[in-house]
């Protein structure tokens, strides 16, 4: 199948689809014929001010396949009206892109129990509220066989006698700060963590229904990248190589994620950084010890760590340390 006609009937949501990397997304999956609610209240970077005519701008540009949704996506009833609103003006729902962040750094002993709750709120529970409003209809989209009823695809695992759903597609915009970690982002890596991990239950508990779930963590020039206050030369150099790095190749990667070509691609993680696509490993254990005897008395403990963990240990470095080199643009 083409790029251009791969994605003709499907229906997808994209939160923060009206600027930077959502946006790019947006175009894509608009451009290879998906219809798109951009749900998109226009908040600044920290989730004040909303600004609703951002995302009626960008439905407007993409026409009739196109519309805007402009509540707060935070709000569970939002998630339940954005997707309403693809059943009514698309008929169904068959990708949610979990997009839409804020940040409000502060180092950790410094604490704002507000900003805290605020961030994980909209970076991490509204993207389980939207997968919530969205996989009951997906289920049964699937049992029915959405998108099938030419009968030309095959298989019979959910029950469609020889037709298969092969649309449904869940994609979370995580972080290399929830693997590598800056200082100062708390509560946005560990509101990533919480959606890195979300991705795979929901990889687990919609596999039967033949849906996906992947993350996606990505590097590209957006307002994001061009508020970094660098507080030393490295960050400096970082800043420099991120305003380098179109967003649109981000597009390109949830664009073949949503493709028929990744219909068994699910539970993954990835990054891209311009042409660059990586996977990321997942924690699984790379070293053990184990007490010879009932237990662990805290001297073997602390001497057997030392001879046979320590050297595994991972380096305390942030992600602005370890991807400081030169993106390939
Ligand atoms: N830019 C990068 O290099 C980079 C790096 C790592 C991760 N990310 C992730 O990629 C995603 C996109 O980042 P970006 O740089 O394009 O950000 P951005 O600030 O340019 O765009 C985010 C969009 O989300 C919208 N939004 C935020 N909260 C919302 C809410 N509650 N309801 C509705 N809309 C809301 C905003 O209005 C905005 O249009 C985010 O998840 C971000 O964490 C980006």
């Not at 997808?12 to 946006?23: E, P, V």
């Not at 960050?235 to 981000?250: F, I, S």
Request: hydrophobic share 40%.
């Amino acid at each position: 199948m083409s790029d251009t006609n791969a994605l003709e009937g499907r229906v997808a949501i994209i939160t923060g689809g009206a600027r930077g990397i959502g946006l790019a997304i947006s175009e894509m999956l608009a451009a290879r014929g998906a219809s798109v609610i951009i749900a998109d209240n226009g908040c600044d970077i920290d989730g004040r001010d909303p600004d609703p005519s951002v995302a009626q701008e960008v439905a407007g540009k993409l026409g009739e396949q196109a519309r805007a949704y402009t509540s707060d996506m935070s709000v569970p009833a939002a998630a339940r009206e954005a997707v309403d609103l693809a059943m009514e003006e698309f008929g169904g729902i068959d990708i949610v892109v979990n997009n839409a962040a804020i940040l409000r750094d502060t180092l950790i002993f410094k604490p704002s129990v507000d900003d805290w709750d605020t961030v994980i709120r909209n970076n991490l529970s509204a993207a389980y509220y939207l997968i919530g409003a969205a996989t009951p209809i997906m289920r049964e989209q699937s049992k029915a066989g959405r998108g099938t009823e030419d009968g030309t695809e095959d298989g019979t695992e959910n029950g469609t006698e020889g037709r298969k759903y092969t649309w449904g597609r869940i994609i979370n915009l995580v972080s290399t700060a929830a693997f590598y970690g800056n200082y100062g982002q708390a509560s946005y890596a560990s509101a990533k963590g919480g959606l890195t991990s979300l991705m795979r239950i929901t990889a687990l508990d919609m596999m039967r229904s033949g849906i996906t779930c992947n993350a996606v963590a990505p590097f590209a020039h957006t307002r994001v990248t061009e508020m970094i206050e660098p507080a030393n030369d490295e960050q400096a150099a970082y800043k420099e190589r991120g305003l380098t790095v179109p967003a649109t190749h981000v597009g390109n990667l949830v664009g073949y994620l949503c493709s028929p070509a990744a219909q068994d691609v699910s539970g993954q993680l990835f990054g891209v950084r311009g042409r660059e696509v990586m996977l990321f490993s997942q924690p699984r254990p790379i070293a053990n010890i184990v007490a010879v005897g009932d237990e662990w008395d805290s001297d073997t403990l602390a001497r057997t760590v030392d001879m046979e963990l320590r050297g595994d240990f991972a380096e305390l470095v942030t992600d602005l340390e370890i991807f400081n080199t030169d993106p390939k643009i």
